[in-house]
């Protein structure tokens, strides 16, 4: 709650949260914002989802999903898609190969209608190319993917180069060149026949091969390997990262092979729960690998200039695995979810001012949605249920649309402290959030802070403004909370899908009120465990800009 002095404060935690929440709250944490200057563009580098699986999106189901990632601000960047080459081969009566992309078309379309630009994925291999055409992965949806290498490397590299000219001829070199073209998808894993490393710098080289001879300028990457494997085993990295920067090419024999971003996959944890050596998934963890990832691209002076995509990331790995296989899957349920996101978009602005390691274009990946729930709130690492119940994630996410576009400077957060701030302003606006951020209380048990919040503006006495004070936590912006307390019921009736909806959007903490420029400074905040707000303080334009 936001108030000015303590009788207020203790008075509103006592009568709503009891004495034992009162117990829990620390001393007043002091956060001053200086909104007089900027300090940076603040672009949404957080706002880029993956479609998965990408066959979704020939349904409603997967058209709906586009649009309220859209509508929702989850994704005002990128959007990630296969390519899936096996559905576009035909073949002629002589054994000719060609191609019809009108199905990629179709989903590429409903993409670029949302504002957003496309990371395409060159992943399936056409059965007719296939050196091992049984190869085979099966989705949880059952369908069937093509993992072999092809029997002849001219006829991928024929393939790269046929869906370069295609799309290039259909939405023009000036919009493709905003996109990224990628080769393969975790090939360490059961992405790639035998998970041979040797193999995918083959099919790399013919790829970037194939794309660069019909437009050098449209930006190309590998190899996506997978989080945990990639923190157990940074030499398959660097594998790869040897090969580019001084391997011989497999397709042209050079020295090196062309690259434009190296592509990554990071996670806060693994299969639902924590990463290597960690009981629970940890935004802190999430940062150590960008930050080891950027050292170990670093070590090669030719590439210290290419950036990292983040292709993949989110709470933990492992989309389907939920609360009935492991019970820290219910951070991804819960306001967890939505403190994790705000906590790591925090962590990465200071990396960015305090050192900027050239990681960018962080991709969630909401890969829960292969698999069909049977239920609502059952973990999986999507943004909405069964019966279209939004988790507090996706309010994160709107949370965040609402943010001005220039960062301004914020001091008072110790860097290691559960509540971190970072805010922004434009002509009329300064918001500021604020997290409370604590990895270890997956039941969001943990304790209150309370923070004495200043913010300096350039507004004179005379400036009429109005704040409104977003919340997401266990009491606001929380269908799950609304779900518990309807009894978690496998089956809701209308009512209470309802009454569940009903709780699910972003929420105000207390209604919008007008307040002056003097109580700008010694406002107080109460923060709960993984509790999330976002300050929006707006002035009336005729007399600010006076």
């Given at each position: 709650m936001l108030m000015k002095g303590f009788n207020k404060l203790w008075l509103y935690v006592a009568v709503c949260c009891g004495v034992s929440a009162l117990a829990q709250t620390v001393s007043v944490l002091p956060v001053t914002v200086d909104a007089t200057q900027s300090l940076d563009k603040l672009e949404p580098f957080w706002a880029s989802q993956i479609i998965h699986p990408t066959e979704s999106l020939e349904a409603e189901q997967g058209q709906a999903l586009l649009r309220l990632l859209a509508e929702a601000g989850a994704a005002r960047q990128f959007v990630r898609i296969y390519n899936q080459p096996e559905y576009a081969a035909r073949v002629a009566d002589d054994g000719t190969v060609t191609y019809d992309w009108s199905r990629f078309d179709k989903m590429a379309e409903m993409i670029l209608a949302t504002g957003n630009r496309l990371?395409?994925?060159?992943?399936?291999?056409?059965?007719?190319?296939?050196?091992?055409?049984?190869?085979?992965?099966?989705?949880?949806?059952?369908?069937?993917?093509?993992?072999?290498?092809?029997?002849?490397?001219?006829?991928?590299?024929?393939l790269c180069a046929d869906f370069t000219r295609h799309v290039i001829a259909k939405y023009g070199r000036d919009e493709v060149t905003r996109w990224t073209f990628r080769c393969w998808n975790e090939p360490d894993i059961g992405f790639w026949h035998n998970k041979d490393l040797?193999?995918?710098?083959?099919?790399?080289?013919?790829?970037?091969?194939?794309?660069?001879?019909?437009?050098?300028?449209?930006?190309?990457?590998?190899?996506?390997?997978?989080?945990?494997?990639?923190?157990?085993?940074?030499?398959?990295l660097t594998f790869f990262l040897d090969h580019v920067s001084k391997g011989t090419n497999h397709a042209t024999g050079a020295v090196g092979s062309p690259i434009d971003f190296i592509a990554v996959h990071t996670y806060g944890g693994s299969g639902g729960g924590g990463g290597p050596g960690r009981k629970y998934p940890d935004v802190a963890y999430l940062i150590e690998q960008h930050i080891r990832l950027a050292d170990m691209r670093d070590k090669y002076p030719g590439l210290r200039n290419i950036p990292i995509h983040v292709e993949e990331w989110g709470e933990s790995s492992g989309g389907t695995k939920g609360v009935e296989t492991r019970a820290s899957a219910v951070i991804r349920n819960s306001e967890y979810g939505a403190a994790f996101l705000v906590a790591w978009v925090e962590r990465h602005i200071r990396m960015r001012q305090e050192h900027d390691r050239n990681i960018t274009a962080f991709t969630f990946c909401a890969s829960g949605y292969e698999k069909f729930p049977t239920k609502d709130f059952m973990g999986y690492r999507t943004l909405h249920t069964k019966n279209g119940f939004h988790k507090p994630i996706l309010n994160a996410y709107r949370l965040l649309a609402r943010l001005a576009d220039e960062l301004v400077k914020v001091e008072g957060c110790p860097a290691e402290g559960p509540v971190a701030a970072f805010a922004a302003r434009d002509a009329n606006k300064v918001t500021v959030v604020l997290v409370n951020y604590q990895a270890d209380q997956i039941e969001n048990n943990g304790a209150s802070q309370t923070v004495r919040l200043n913010v300096k503006t350039a507004w004179t006495q005379g400036v009429a403004l109005k704040l409104r004070h977003w919340r997401i936590d266990r009491a606001h912006s929380n269908a799950f909370t609304a779900f518990k307390e309807a009894g978690s019921p496998e089956n809701p009736t209308a009512e209470e899908i309802a009454k569940i909806k009903a709780r699910m959007g972003l929420e105000l903490l207390e209604p919008e009120k007008k307040?002056?420029?003097?109580?700008?400074?010694?406002?107080?905040?109460e923060i709960p465990c993984n509790a999330v707000s976002l300050l929006e303080i707006t002035a009336e334009m005729s007399r600010a800009s006076k």
């Open positions: 990371k395409v994925v060159f992943f399936g291999m056409p059965k007719i190319l296939a050196s091992h055409p049984k190869s085979v992965m099966r989705r949880s949806t059952g369908v069937k993917v093509c993992i072999s290498p092809p029997k002849d490397y001219r006829q991928w590299e024929a040797p193999e995918y710098l083959k099919l790399y080289d013919y790829f970037a091969k194939g794309v660069k001879s019909v437009c050098p300028e449209i930006m190309i990457g590998g190899p996506a390997l997978t989080s945990t494997g990639t923190y157990t085993k940074p030499q398959n307040i002056s420029v003097g109580e700008l400074d010694g406002m107080l905040v």
